[in-house]
Structures are given as C-alpha cells and as structure tokens.
C-alpha cells in the first residue's frame, strides 16, 4: 500500500486539528483512500507547549525549511497563516515539486493568482478547501460537483463571528459592543475582532468562491466591504416588522458581462434558508442553470471541522498521486487557459432594494422634504413608517425603497444627512429579496 508523507507547517489550532485527524482516524482514511497518510513532520518554532498530541518521536521540528527540503516528503500542509512567511513557504514547497494544502484565504484572496500560477507551472496540486466554510466542502462543490452548470450567483454567511453577533443583537437586544464582548469571551471573536466585524474575513472568502464560480482571476480589491458595527438592536427590529432578518452575506453574481462582489449587512427575507442560520453556524447557497439552489450549511470555523476540510484535500491529493493523476482538478476550477479578467462591478452600479432609517426632528413637512429629495434621484418607496419614539425631540423614520441604484442612493442620502432636521448619520441597509417584487 502506497504511503504518502505528510508535513504539517504550524502546529496551532487548524495544525493540532490536522495532526489529531492523522493520528486518531488513519485507519478509516486508510481503508477510504486506499493510501497511508504518514506523519512525517510537524514544524513549529514552539516545539514544547503542550498540544495534546503524542507525536511519534522525531516529528516535531523547529525549522519548517527542514521538512521542505526532504525530498520524501510529498505534501506539505501550511496552517501558519498570514501572508509573510506563510506565503514564502508555500513557494518554496512549490518550487521543490510539493503538493501544498493550505487554509489561508487572506494569502490566496491577495496573492492567489501567483501562487496558482507557480503551482501549475510545476505541475503540482494546491488545495484549498478549509479556506472557504471551514467543514463546508464548498470548494469541491463548485470545482468538481457543478462542473456541469453555469453558476449565476453566490451568497454566503461566511464569518461566525459575525454571524453570533448578529444572532445575538436580534435574539437578546444586546447593543453591538455587548455582543462582541460576549463572542470575545468565549473565545468566537479575536482580542482585535477587525477583520471579522469589518467585513474583511469575508471578503477574502468571497474573492476566492467569485474566482471559482466564474473562471476569473482572483480579485480582493475590488470587493465592496461594509462590516456590522453599526446595526442596532432597533435596526432588527424594523426588519422584523417588515418580514426580515439581517445577515452579514457576501453576494457574487455574473451577469455575462460584470461580476457584482460585496460583502456587507443586508435585510433577507424569513423565508429565505440563509436568515434561519445562526449562531457561529456558516452557509452558501449557490444558483446554476441546471441544480436551480443548493445550500451548504455547516461550522465555518474551529479545530476539528477545518481540519477535516484540510484531511480532505489530503485524500484528494494521496488519491491522485497513487494513480499519478496529479492536476486532474484544476486549482481554480477551470483550465489555466480559460481564466480570464472580468470585471467586477463598481458598487456604484448596483441596483437593489434600500431600508433607510432617519433621526428626523418632528416638526411638519419633515417627511415631505425627505421624500421629495428621494424622488428628485428616481428613488421610489415602498414603505413609510414613523415611530413615536422621540429623542431629542427626534422620531426614527424608516422607509423601504423599490429598485434604486446605489448611486443615486448614496447622492440622495449625502443630502438627507446635511439637513438641518436630520440628528444624525443616515442608516442604509441593503435588501436580497428573491420575490422578483420591484
């Protein structure tokens, strides 16, 4: 039976959860692959902390370029994350002819396109599939399950730590800073929680799914970003009232001729299978000409369902080199020949439905003023609502908009906002309504 070597670079979380699956159930993945997938080398620079893990003896190496230099071993995993050194390792296993796992989708979402490119000229496997939904096996969906179908569109719950926030505001009335502090204690939100509840975690994923969907080339920076630091508990509550949860999604579509690719919080209807996910929970739902929806549903992040997603790619990998099937899946989906730039949509450009919220002074003719300049930017609505809740001597006014354009939208608000009868900021929340309603 062929055996199959394995280097594991970083031996933190997703690392330790990797190491564990190899040791605890290679015989199942034995008996399911056909392959032995040996340990060979954990590297990490702290070698004596206490992991939980009984390496054979020989395994835990300080120096990550050791086990890359071993010419016995055939698959390196890189759980280090970050783009420094991270990036430069997986390079370096590359260039000595090594398939390379690896869960680090802010590398891929900013550097993917060299490091794809460095993969295929050296004809060797790049997994990626815990970069994406963590046990979610997204990635093998669109690059292997829908081959057949044309993919219209995507959209995610792709952050946890969003996600329990936001499930948190809506279930329990907690302002944002109290539910942030609750996921920071038990552990779901990082000491600096920027990249999550900004938006940014999720954004390098929606790159990375709008890459695979489409065949373009993977493109961060022109992703929209908006995080949820500003929903409050009455924002929740308005959308209830409307028939609408809010979820922090990231939305991919294809139009034939420009890919729209956003992330940031939006009003789904209760009907819609995303707006019943919560918690840490993640999902995709996915739309193609042949399957209609599917959904995905799973733990986007933790130790052991991101180290299955990693074992995963490991089996596919072992399975190809035992029938030397190297490059049988292509990285991105599609042949390295047919991936093209596409241009993605300025946000500018994208046409949706609008829930606004105003702190507007009661005094007559308020809401007149206010409507009259959504009408002057072809801004229609379909709801009005004023609430009596003065303070300040200010009343929320909400209303929800028919198709507008966000250009329009964001011009029509800027004026808004500067009147005098205005206390604050404007609040704009973006709709997905799948009832084709205008």
């Known amino acids: 039976m062929k055996q199959v ?11 330790t959860g990797v190491a564990r699956l190899l040791l605890q159930n290679g015989d199942i993945i034995r008996e399911r692959i056909g392959c032995t997938l040996n340990l060979k080398y954990v590297a990490d620079i702290d070698t004596q902390k206490e992991r939980g893990l009984a390496l054979p003896p020989g395994v835990m190496i300080p120096d990550a370029a050791v086990a890359i230099a071993d010419p016995t071993v055939d698959i390196v995993v890189e759980t280090i994350g970050g783009e420094g050194i991270a990036k430069q390792l997986i390079l370096d296993a590359i260039g000595k002819g ?12 900013k550097h993917g396109n060299a490091i794809v490119a460095a993969a295929t000229e050296q004809g060797v496997d790049l997994a990626y599939e815990a970069s ?38 809506t279930d329990e009335g907690l302002v944002f800073e109290t539910a942030l502090a609750e996921a920071q204690a038990k552990g779901y939100a990082e000491t600096d929680p920027t990249l999550d509840v900004e938006g940014q975690d999720a954004a390098h994923k929606l790159a990375i799914l709008s890459a695979l969907a489409f065949g373009m080339k993977i493109n961060f920076d022109d992703v929209y970003i908006e995080g949820i630091s500003r929903i409050t508990p009455m924002d929740i509550e308005f959308a209830a009232q409307f028939g609408y949860r809010i979820k922090l999604l990231a939305i991919t579509k294809f139009d034939g001729r420009a890919v729209e690719a956003r992330v940031h919080p939006t009003m789904i209807p209760f009907d819609n299978m995303l707006s019943n996910v919560n918690g840490t929970l993640n999902a995709v739902s996915v739309s193609a000409d042949a399957v209609g929806e599917i959904l995905l549903y799973g733990h986007g992040a933790g130790m052991m369902p991101t180290a299955s997603a990693v074992v995963s790619d490991l089996a ?4 190809n080199l035992a029938s030397d099937g190297a490059g049988r899946v292509p990285v991105m989906g599609f042949q390295p020949a ?10 500018d450009d994208i046409v949706t439905h609008y829930y606004f919220r105003f702190d507007a002074m009661d005094r007559p003719g308020v809401l007149a003023t206010i409507a009259g300049i959504l009408g002057k930017y072809a801004i229609s609505l379909k709801y ?29 608000l800027a004026e808004i906002g500067a009147l ?14 799948d009832n084709g309603q205008e």
């Open 420 to 433: 005098d009868v205005v206390a604050s900021t404007p609040m704009l929340i973006r709709i997905e309504d």
């Open 384 to 412: 009005v609502h004023q609430k009596g809740r003065k303070t300040n001597g200010s009343v929320p006014v909400v209303m929800l908009t028919h198709h507008a354009r966000e250009a329009d939208v964001i011009r029509a």
């Open 98 to 109: 090594k398939h390379v796992v690896t869960a680090n989708k802010a590398l891929l979402a």
């Open 132 to 169: 994406v939904g963590g046990c979610m096996p997204i990635i093998k969906t669109v690059r292997e399950s829908l081959v057949g179908n044309r993919i219209c569109a995507m959209i995610g719950i792709l952050n946890g730590t969003c996600n329990y926030i936001l499930s948190k505001i």
């Open 338 to 347: 047919e991936i093209r730039t596409i241009a993605v949509m300025p946000m």
């Open 5 to 15: 070597n394995i280097a594991i670079l970083g031996c933190g979380t997703v690392g």
């Open 316 to 319: 596919d990998i072992a399975r």
